[in-house]
Every structure is written in structure tokens, then in C-alpha cells.
């Protein structure tokens, strides 16, 4: 509010008759950008999964043959035509407790992967571990999850199919060394942009509108712009590419974002302010 103050000088003009009305006005409540949708009843947590793809032959990079792998999503003779000389187990079972299988590949089970991968990761905590998943459709394999260190296996990260960044996905591979994301806050998911994608009614509408009142309550001085684009078809369709500007952004997010606020105009500087010179916009 104070920088905008300075930069306008004008009070009357950047807050308003009935913003200064209502501040002067005892008993009157005065409610900026107004809030965000309360999820009525319990919310269950949920974990996003970030698709990380890895080119095929991942497991021929030698760079990678001191690291051990588990696959699963693959028959022991499909991984095989892919794997070069690197020996593969069978059965997950086989893998000794005191074994070294660094230079292996273990074939996971369909079901209950993630409780096998645990236990191996459990068997031998020494060794570099990775998990991944070999998906038919795309024939490629995604990350799943490591223990121990994923340097090396960044080089192999398929970017054309990740869409994303390549530094902010080694940080993720690093520091999480798994493919969930906690719906915490927009934040912590890391990126400018994030596509969430699921079937109807599996609860992209509630988690975003949790992600958003997370993220508000974890820093108060943020501003959370909550838009329900199927409502606002008309609008996008109307935008000229060629004319469009910074202040078009301003005007459509105020008109989508709070569009029947009495405070429109302090509303519309104290957005603007923020986007242009603070960042703390989401």
C-alpha cells in the first residue's frame, strides 16, 4: 500500500471514495481482493505426481553402471532388448541381504511396486537406487524414485517430453528423490506453470482451490488469483493478441479475479503493483 502510495501521491485517486468511507466509518469491514473459496467438509491430502520421462536407453548409459535399477511395468524378455549387458534379476527376492547389485537391473512386480522397491532400498542402502517405469503407450520410462544420488541420471531426463525447465527439474530429482509433490502450497511445486491433469471428478477442482488457500496462509502478503477459465471463454476469445499489454493482464484478472468489489480501483493498483514490481503473484 505504501508503494503505491508513493508512486501516485493521489490518495483520493489510488483508494477511492468508498474505500475512504468505509476506513473512516466505524464498524464498517473492509475486505481487499476478497477471499478465497473455503472447502466445505474434509480434505483429503493428496500427493501430484510430476511426470519426469527418461529416454530409453537410459539403461545403457555408462555413466550409470555403477548405479542399480528396478523396473517395473516390463517382463524380464521385454528388458532384456533393451539393456545391453547389464545382468538382470528375475525376482526381486534373489537380491541377498548383504548382496551388491549395483551393476543390475531387478524386475519389479506389477502390483505392490512401490512396497518391493522399499524393500530393496532397505536391503541395501549403500548403493545408488533408482526406480523406474517403463510406459508402452509413450515407450519411454518415467521416474519413479531414487535413493541416493540422481546427478548422473539427469542427462538422461527426456526434456521434449517433460516440458519443463532442465535446472528446476535436477533440483526436484535431487532434493525430493521422488515423483510426488505435496499439495502444500503453489511454492513448493516449483515451476511458473503447472498443468494438473487427472479424469473428471477426480478432485483437480479441490486440490487447486487447497493449493490456493495453502498458499495464502503460508504468506498472507501474497496475492492467490483463483480463475475458473470455463467461465471465462467469452473474455479469452475476445483478447487481440496484438493489442494486448500489461495493462490488459491487470484489467482482465481484476474483472475475472473480483469482478462485483466496491474497491475495484485500489484493487486493480495494489495488483498491479504487485505483478510488476513485487512478483508475489500466483
Known sequence: MGSVLKRHGNVEHV????????????????????????????????????????????????????????????????LFKIASSRKIVKNFSTVGEEKQFYDEIVVLPTEDAKIRFSELCGKNHKETLHWLKYEPKERTFLWKESSGDTGNLQNSVDLERTHGDKRIIGHFMKHSRRQEVRDKSIWDLGERTVLVVAEPGMGKSSTITEVARRTKSADPTSWVVRINWNDQCRKLQEINAETFNFDSLVEFLCSTAFPESKYSGIERSLLKEALKNIGNVS
Not at 478465497?36 to 505426481?49: F, S
Not at 548409459?61 to 548405479?67: G, H, I, P, S, V
Open 15 to 78: 483508494l477511492g471514495p468508498e474505500l475512504v468511507t468505509d476506513l473512516i466509518t466505524e464498524g464498517t469491514a473492509v475486505n481487499i481482493g476478497g477471499s478465497l473459496e473455503e472447502k466445505e467438509g474434509y480434505y483429503a491430502l493428496r500427493d501430484l505426481k510430476r511426470k519426469i520421462y527418461l529416454h530409453l536407453d537410459v539403461l545403457k548409459d555408462k555413466t550409470l553402471y555403477d548405479e542399480a535399477f528396478a523396473v517395473s511395468g516390463m517382463t524380464e524378455n521385454e
